[in-house]
């Protein structure tokens, strides 16, 4: 599995864009890039995934560089709530569509970026 | 959410003891997961299902053993507890395989 790097924490204020970076220069062709976060004291969470395209739903969105070597999860106006450990991790576009047992369908965690937010 | 319940959320134990997790999904997913999570290592697949009766080893299986006997559960049992398996645990479904994961909110277990 393909690796991904980020920075360990970050910090923003209340109301204000969030730009949290990933770097995954061996991502493969079929690697899709999947963002998760993890409140205080819960289970992580889907925020969102993409391809190739820049991608944005009622969470978040999704800059994918050209090359696919990093990407960026975009919080738009950050809130108290979204304080947590943002996940970057690449997943095998043939782990969508291949059958069979082998097929585990896992996540890699890495360490994730711990973000702060401020009042 | 997934509708998942994680039993006990909190478990201390003694080392040698036998120790079952459970994992209740109300959504019919057919895909299952056991995850640890320890500082400095992130969350680690332990088993996974993907289906009923259907089980296979994830990257860090040794001293677990899964049961998945119908679709809304999925059971993780330490058959003899040690300290190195104190941890927080986490479950996870999913629908399809190209579906997001859901996860539970983790049952923290110490092993004394």
């Known amino acids: 599995d393909a690796k991904t790097t980020q920075p360990n924490s970050m910090e923003s204020n209340e109301e204000e864009p969030v730009h949290l970076p990933c770097n995954h220069s061996t991502i493969s062709g079929t690697d899709y890039i999947h963002w998760y976060r993890q409140l205080p004291s819960q289970g992580p969470e889907y925020v969102i995934h993409g391809l190739t395209s820049n991608v944005n739903n009622r969470m978040a969105s999704l800059a994918i560089a050209e090359d696919r070597k990093s990407s960026t999860l975009i919080l738009h106006r950050a809130t108290l709530r979204d304080a947590a450990v943002y996940y970057c991790?690449?997943?095998?576009?043939?782990?969508?569509?291949?059958?069979?047992?082998?097929?585990?369908?896992?996540?890699?965690f890495g360490q994730g970026t711990t973000l702060q937010v401020k009042p | 959410d997934a509708g998942i319940t994680q039993s006990p959320r909190h478990k201390v134990t003694e080392t040698g003891t036998p120790v079952t997790l459970r994992c209740h999904q109300t959504?019919?997913?057919?895909?299952m997961y056991w995850y640890r999570q320890d500082p400095g290592h992130g969350l680690r697949l332990i088993h996974y299902?993907?289906?009923?009766?259907?089980?296979d080893k994830g990257e860090v299986s040794d001293g677990y053993s899964v049961s998945r006997s119908k679709t809304e559960d999925f059971l993780l049992t330490l058959e003899s507890a040690t300290s190195s398996q104190t941890s927080v645990y986490f479950c996870a479904t999913r629908d399809s395989l190209n579906q997001p994961q859901h996860f539970g909110d983790g049952t923290r277990l110490s092993i004394l």
């Open positions: 959504e019919n997913h057919r895909y």
């Open positions: 299902s993907y289906g009923v009766k259907d089980t």
């Open positions: 991790i690449l997943r095998d576009f043939f782990f969508n569509y291949v059958g069979g047992s082998s097929n585990t369908g896992k996540l890699i």
